[in-house]
């Protein structure tokens, strides 16, 4: 049949992460115990203070729409948000609150991107850059960060991938699905090289807060007028306050990009729910003790996590430095059969996890880095236990030469 679909959305990929963790919900479904390290969540409840200040903006009729880029007071609050935590001086007109990181950077795709633009993508990489991309016309072009560097971004990574007609280049620290946190010295050079070849900085914050072993966050913009100039900074409320469900994002960068996208939001979703803005406010100025809560809590269950997969034969990853993903190495299972056939990738090892173990994982191929898989560590430390019991199990007893 002819397709009445447009070649944009028939070039794009459905969102593997949700593919994965949707084949585990089937599973579930029928009736299957399944333990799922695939969704990339906070497994706590968003702290009460915010979902409080939430119900009175419903009671006190709060209902109602407000302006495209966020309230007022929101875009201010934001705005100091940027000025006390990440050093960067945004005007309230600099800002915007969409509806989730998502949507920030969509918008700032579709803003910034003619036809045929390139944006360099390093990876492994969240899975929505390379979709945003392509809908917006621009080509990723992707520049593989170094095992060996743990992930770690750095100049000459990316310097290679430059060409005149990069627009754009997306710095993801910490990252999603490696857990890399980018040097401060490697962040300045990719600045400048960016300053010299006149190229757009997005830099995704989303996971700012999930730092461990004491690092601290270094912001691109923070580093002077130039780079403040050249960056967008996004940033999002799901990580941060256990608020995936809310939809908050934001941003903070020139104010001609700015407005570009306040534009464009204007005729796509109009504002963000009124409610989740007052939740917002009250996120951004209430007491910040639950986020440090959450990330040390955080930090016992990486330890617990990177070392049940160091024990599993077949298994390695390193201890990551922030997000909460652990990023394994699955190359050691290679070669090797099961009930279903033979493990030659990483969606094989996925799969024979789900089946063999019923324990939900994403594949590095989604990240587009092959050989690894993604086991998220924001869970119960029971499930941790039981999942990595179940996959030492599985690989023990139903794997054969
Ligand atoms: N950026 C990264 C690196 C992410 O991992 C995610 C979510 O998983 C997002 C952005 C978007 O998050 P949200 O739309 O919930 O704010």
Known sequence: ??????????????????????????????????????????????????????????????????????????????????????????????????????????????????????????????????????????????????????????????????????????????????????????????????????????????YEHLLYDGRKHVSIAAFGEDARRSTITVNSASKTYAMTGWRLGYAGGPEDIISGMIKLQGHISGNVCSIAQRALLEALRGPQEAVREMRNSYAQRRDLMAERINSIPGLSCMKPDGAFYAFASVEGLYGKRWREGVIRNDMDAALFFLKEAHVAVVPGTAFRWGGYVRFVFANSREDIETGLDRIGGAVLSGLHD
Do not use: H, W
């Not at 009736?31 to 939430?54: K, L, V």
């Not at 990440?86 to 918008?107: A, D, F, H």
């Not at 710095?171 to 990719?190: F, H, K, Q, T, Y």
């Not at 400048?192 to 070849?197: D, V």
């Open 1 to 206: 049949m002819e397709t009445r679909l447009s070649k944009a959305v028939t070039g794009i990929n459905p969102s593997p992460t949700e593919a994965a963790s949707s084949l585990a919900n089937r599973m579930k479904l029928e009736g299957i115990d399944i333990i799922s390290f695939a969704q990339g969540e906070p497994d706590f409840d968003t702290p009460a203070a915010i979902s409080r200040e939430a119900v009175r903006a419903i009671e006190g009729g709060f209902t109602r729409y407000t302006d495209v880029p966020g309230m007022k007071d929101v875009r201010e609050a934001v705005a100091e948000k940027f000025a006390r935590e990440n050093g960067i001086r945004y005007k309230p007109s600099e800002v915007m609150v969409s509806n989730g990181g998502k949507q920030v950077l969509y918008l700032l795709f579709r803003t910034i991107c003619d036809s045929g633009d390139e944006v360099i993508v390093p990876t492994p990489c969240y899975v929505s850059y390379e979709e945003q991309i392509k809908l917006s016309g621009a080509v990723p072009v992707f520049a593989p960060a170094r095992k060996e560097n743990r992930f770690r971004l750095t100049g000459k990574d990316i310097e290679p991938f430059i060409s005149p007609r990069t627009k754009a280049l997306i710095i993801n620290s910490p990252n999603n699905p490696s857990g890399a946190v980018c040097e401060e010295e490697d962040l300045r050079e990719i600045a400048a090289l960016a300053a010299e070849r006149r190229i757009l900085i997005v830099t995704d914050e989303v």
